[in-house]
């Protein structure tokens, strides 16, 4: 049974260490520029503050980036682990199950799909980490309806980005641009299942309100 990668605590540590480094840099340019009072030298300090501020930004967004892959890779593993041990725990002479919904949500395309709603959601939101939190727990949700439809694994991928931006009201050009959006560098945790169970007039749904073209057969909630 395969292990999970290492946590790389070096790593880590240089980043928490640099991250809180860059902090300290931004604080004190803004007390000098707090201080300044000639325009030349207030101008000068606020580029100053800018660029500080900026490698401090850049330094989480790597340093959360980091754990993100750590994570993704540690999930890969144990996904890996259990299917070595299906497979080994499986008489040789037992025929090969059906294809199961549960199963299909490791197909590599879900993965592919999670991968292009996590840098449009991440374009979208554009730092605004409540709101990216809210539309990627609202797209898992409606992936989890999406995965039972018979015909989810026939459909295009490209497909299934436009239903998704459409359902989540975000543009459509982003759906078609989203091999050359940056990788996201946030990635929420996921949403609790007694969340899940809400109703759709629950807090979220009053958020993100379901797609109202889209086809009434597959919205949440319906029969």
């Known amino acids: 049974m395969s292990a999970p990668p290492p946590i790389i605590e070096t790593a880590d540590a240089f980043l928490g260490r ?4 860059d902090m300290q840099a931004a604080e004190h340019v803004h ?4 201080d300044a009072t000639r325009p030349a030298e207030v101008a000068e300090l606020a580029r100053a503050y800018a660029r500080a501020s900026r490698c401090l930004r850049q330094t989480l967004a790597l340093h959360a980036r980091l754990k993100g892959d750590r994570e993704r890779a540690a999930r890969e593993a144990e996904r890996h682990a259990a299917q070595m041990a299906r ?9 090969d199950p059906a294809p199961d919904p549960d199963e299909a949500y490791f197909d590599e395309k879900v993965d592919d799909l999670h991968l292009a709603m996590e840098r449009i ?3 979208a939101a554009d730092g605004d980490l409540a709101r990216h939190t809210r539309l990627i727990h609202r797209f ?8 039972e439809a018979p015909d989810f694994l026939d459909a295009p991928l490209d497909q299934l980005v436009e239903r998704a931006c459409r359902t989540l009201e975000l543009p459509e050009a982003l759906a078609g ?10 990635f929420p945790e996921p949403e609790p299942r007694n969340a899940r169970g809400e109703d759709d007039d629950g807090p979220e749904a009053q958020d993100d309100p379901p797609d109202p073209g889209a086809d009434p057969a597959q919205r949440r909630g319906s029969g």
Not at 89 to 95: D, G, H, L, N, Q
Not at 140 to 147: K, N
Request: hydrophobic letters at 55%; glycine letters at 0%.
């Open 31 to 34: 007390a000098c520029l707090m």
């Open 87 to 95: 497979e080994a725990a499986a008489p040789a002479s037992r025929p």
């Open 177 to 186: 641009a989203w091999r050359d959006l940056p990788p996201a560098t946030f």
């Open 121 to 123: 959601v991440s374009k």
């Open 140 to 147: 898992q949700r409606e992936l989890d309806d999406w995965i």
């Open 18 to 21: 640099l991250a809180a480094l």
